[in-house]
Structure formats: C-alpha cells, structure tokens
C-alpha cells in the first residue's frame, strides 16, 4: 500500500507564486509516488472576516488552479475542505487534547491577532477561530494519517505542533497515527514580497504590486518583476544581505529547475535590469501555459470535487470512527 500525503491551501485569497513555489510543486512531484490527499481550506478562510462571495469565488479559483499547475485527479484526490464534515468533527475532539499555552506560541496566530489588536485596539475581538486554527489543520492531517506534509516554510510550527499532539493522542488513547513529517523545498520555501523584500509574498498582502497571482496579466507580472525593489550595487551573487536579488535567483531557479548556484553563475556578468528581464520573462510564459490551462478547468470543477469528497469521506470517516472509539465516544 502506498503511503499518503495531505495537504491544502486556505482560500483567503488569489493564489500566489509563493504558494507554487513552497508548495504545489512539492504535490505535483509527490503525485506520482504516493497517495495523495489535497484539499481547499475553505473552513480555514472564515478565521478572519471574508466577503461570502470572495470565499465561493477563491474556492473555484484555488480548486481549479491546483488542476492547471499539474495535479492529476486520477493521481491526487481533491476536495473541498466543508464537504468533508469529519473535519469539523475532529477539530473538537484534537482541540481537548491541545493547550492554550501551545496555541498562544504559534507566530502566525501572534502576528495576525497583533494586527486586528493594532487596527482596533482591543484584544478581545481577536476571534476564537483564529486561536484555534492550528488544531483544525491537525484534525485535517490526522483524518488521512499520512506520512508527509509539503509546506513552505511559514507552517513548520504547526507541523511541529502537529507531531506532538499526534504523540500525546497516541500513548493518551493507545492509538497508533504517524507523527507526520513536513516536507519542505530546498529553493523557494520562502518567496518574498517584491516590494519589501523582508517580508513573506502572501495572498493577503493588501499592496497588489508585493505577489505575482498565478491569475495576473502575464504582461501586468512581467512589470511587477521590473519594479521588483533590489538594492544599488548591481551585482547578481547570492548573499541574505541581498534580499531582493535573491529573492528572483529563486524564483528563476525555481522555476527553470536548476540550483540557486547555477542560477548565480548564469547571472554573474550581467546587470540587474538583465536579471529582471530574464526572471520577468520566465515568470511571464509560466503563466501563460498555467492560464491556457485554468480556462479548460475552471468549468469541469463541480465533477472531480464531487468524486474527490467521496473518496476523502470514505477515509476520513473510517479514521474518526477509530478516533471516535478510542476516546470513548463510540
Ligand atoms: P497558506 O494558504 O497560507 O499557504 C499555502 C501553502 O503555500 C505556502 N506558502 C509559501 N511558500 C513559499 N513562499 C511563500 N511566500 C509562501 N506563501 C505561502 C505555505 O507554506 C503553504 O504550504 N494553514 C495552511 C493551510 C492548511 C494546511 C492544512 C496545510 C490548512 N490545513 C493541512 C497543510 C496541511 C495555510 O494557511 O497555508
């Protein structure tokens, strides 16, 4: 029997180079060697306040996205998150097993309750949902007891977090899950935003000009590159006081599947505006043959979710079910 892989994008948003780089790319490979299990996080996207309609709109966008990028629904069962209910089920019973103490640590939960606190100045408007986010993606983990979970590098603490709640639920209720590993790409598990190369590029950004959404104007992508923010030297070698410079060595060599090295000495002689025009141009044509794709998806997505929810409900509820039994609930 193979061994199974599960992982999801929270529909909070237009998907981003970020999220193809950190993360699709590992499934898509992953696709070929094991059972793998890929959903959209909808319930996920409601732990801040989104528009309804933003929310079914991203879903159909993400889902469809996920197709044109390569994953094969006869290789990766996809689903949408809500049309899985074992994962709301599993989320209570993971959220007895977990402490406040584990959850107030999580960065993301601090930096995203920071800011709501920043904008209205009172903590205690920070939603409960927020707070008791990563315990969901534990229960949507453990329902496919995979082996391995590709993710850029923003969800290792709640990887880790996940291993140790599999551990506790383990020897607590004498269950036998796997702790699962996070699978983490060696070159771009990290793309930053291009115009504060410090920073993380997040589908959440508010600057639009900080991403390149997989849906751009290929033409509109191509000029985000050229105002990418760099540095003055004009001189292409890797260096982390470099950010922005090699923040495109990354996405360059990312995307032509060559090592940042190789990335490096292709650049060595030449200028910053050469280094934007050829990333820009790469950029460019990689979205122009996903687009071509998402066209002929974006109508078919109703049928491949419908099978792929049945085959993740058979699943999921056979491995709550032994939860369910082990807790005294069944
Ligand atoms: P999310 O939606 O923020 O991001 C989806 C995936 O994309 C990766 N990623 C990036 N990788 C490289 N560079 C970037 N700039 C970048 N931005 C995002 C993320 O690391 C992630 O792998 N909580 C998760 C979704 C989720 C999940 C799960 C993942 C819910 N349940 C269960 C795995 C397993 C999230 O919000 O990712």
Known sequence: MLEKIVSGITATGKLTLGNYIGSIKNMIKLQNDYEQYIFVADLHALTTYIDPKE?????????ALYLACGLDPQKTTLFFQSDVPA??????????ITNMGELSKMTQFKDK???????????????TGLFVYPALMIADIILYNPKAVPVGIDQKQHLELCQKIVKRMNTKYHLNFNEPKPIIPKIGNKIKSLVNPEQKMSKSDKNANASIYLLDDPEVAYKKIQRAVTDSENKIYISEEKPGVLNLLTIFASLKDISIEEAEKHFSNKTYKDLKEEVGEVVKQFLIEIQKKYQSYIQNIDEIAQAGAKKANKIASENLLIIQKAFGLK
């Open 87 to 96: 994962h709301s089920e599993l989320n209570w019973i993971i959220t007895t």
């Open 113 to 127: 309750s920071q800011n709501i606190v920043k904008q209205d100045n009172k903590t205690e408007i920070i939603p």
């Open 55 to 63: 929310l079914i709109e991203n879903k159909k966008n993400i889902f």
